[in-house]
DNA sequence: CCATGATTTAACAAAATTGTTAAACAAAAG
DNA sequence: CTTTTGTTTAACAATTTTGTTAAATCATGG
């Protein structure tokens, strides 16, 4: 039974990372990720030992997930104006389904959840080239090329992130801050390029 | 012993944010945070009836703090884009303090945590219509005018929050981000001016 | 100094959570 | 059909956490 094996194994991990990442509920326990995954408690622990290894086998998944979104776009063979606004679709699409991803990431691992693979990301050092040369053109703003990517990833994410907060903070209900959702992409855009 | 009292109820409660926000440890114990205070748990619970009214408090305190600090920039009588560098700067400022109170408060209210004041804020109110006379004057980008305090609050407030996830993906060791932070406000006020 | 409120100590009950074990049951593979 | 593997059930121990209580101690204002 590797097949269904593998397959419960799974769904359980994607439960808990709908639990962590779209809930939010980082903190939720065994037992309210079996009652998700509609999986008895003691399964958990029979295809992860503890809680800590979910938490580490949902973390890699998440970690893994998110890398090669980004490389299948960022690595791509494409103009780069194009491959930024792809970018931007992709994270967009990404945070309706995991709102809490990046906060949930961030939270562990200042809680001392360790990342496997302490190498930094080579397409990453690479697309920090091409943007280095396209703020030579003059297209993006001069600056360290670091700066373009965390704008890129601030703009797009950090709005969804604190969407409570900011429907309270400019008193907006759900219907308009949908609407303002659907015009970010635009704004972000312009924001990026001179 | 009215002075004494309120002396020690705050040190509570700043010890309580300083947890929360600073270290970023949004489910610590009342244990954890007698401890940090350094005082015994059951005083927590002869100021607090329990852990949830704790919250209460510090949700609060954290809630007036930023409205009070964000009003006495943005409600001051100074020229825009003189007001938008001394919020900036505001803003970085608390970020040091309490680099996890955005990300804390988000997912508190996420999580059940409700705003005692539902109404919005009146001096944002009048602040986006700044902006919009901004915009005409074509000193920053034309959008719905929600969208450049998005813009403010994103590029400022959302690199701190992954600082760590940043570390990883762009390889920078302690320094080298700290570097980059120094370089924030300059990068931020060209992106968000034209 | 003494009365009052602040704070600690100790001890406890109740609940929640994690982790373990053994036995039973289900289903599919050989 | 029988063995193996996946899954559930039940019961339990250990730990953590919250909340409560009573008494003792401390500090200070009147």
């Known amino acids: 039974m590797a097949a269904k094996d593998k397959k419960t194994e799974q769904h359980i991990i994607d439960t808990a990372m709908h639990v962590f990442f779209t809930e939010g ?6 037992q309210d990720i079996a009652d998700a995954a509609g999986v008895n408690r003691t399964l958990i622990h029979y ?4 809680r800590d290894q979910l938490f580490d086998a949902v973390f890699e998944k ?6 090669r979104e980004a490389q299948s776009v960022l690595g791509a063979a494409l103009p780069f104006r194009k491959k930024i606004e792809q970018f931007v679709d992709v994270l967009l699409k990404r945070l309706e389904t995991y709102p809490y991803l990046e906060i949930s990431m961030t939270t562990s691992m200042h809680n001392g959840q360790p990342f496997r693979d302490e190498v930094p990301e080579i ?8 943007v280095a ?8 703003q001069r600056a360290t090329p670091v700066h373009f990517i965390m704008n890129l990833f601030s703009l797009v994410i950090y709005p969804f992130i604190v969407k409570p907060l900011n429907q309270h903070l400019f008193g907006l209900n759900e219907q308009e801050y949908e609407k303002i959702v659907k015009e970010r992409k635009t704004v972000i855009m312009n924001t990026l390029f001179n």
Request: no cysteine; net charge positive; charged share 20%.
């Open 133 to 140: 040369q396209e703020m030579n053109k003059g297209t993006i």
């Open 62 to 67: 998440a970690r893994l997930e998110s890398i």
């Open 47 to 50: 295809y992860f030992k503890s």
């Open 25 to 30: 509920r980082l903190h939720a326990t065994t």
């Open 123 to 130: 397409f990453m050092q690479q697309f920090l080239q091409e």
